[in-house]
């Protein structure tokens, strides 16, 4: 879940940002973000209003449906400073969905 901070702590900013739509083929996964050293942020927002979307830290080959972080209709993951990973996300659904995503590098 995206999570918008309070006014009282310091918020991240970023100058350098790709927003893009990964289009999902049932029970085809793909690539959504190859992996990036330099990654500080990325959101990924599931635009559908009726399937589930499974991001998966890796290789598409190292997850399934179901099997990694699990998307419902209309909801978000966030990686930031806490939870901060470089390497590649994919990801994989039951039914045809689309997939919203941002990266920011710095």
Known sequence: MINNSSNTIEVAKYSNCTHGDKDLIAIVGDTVLNANSVRQYAAFINNSSSCDITLILGDKSKG???RGIILKPRGS???NQSN????KVSAVS???C???F???VE
Request: aromatic share 10%; with cysteine; hydrophobic share 35%.
């Open 94 to 96: 039951a039914n045809n």
């Open 98 to 100: 689309r997939l919203t």
């Open 64 to 66: 399934a449906i179901g």
């Open 77 to 79: 993951y966030e990686i």
């Open 102 to 104: 941002t990266e920011c």
């Open 84 to 87: 901060l990973y470089v390497g």
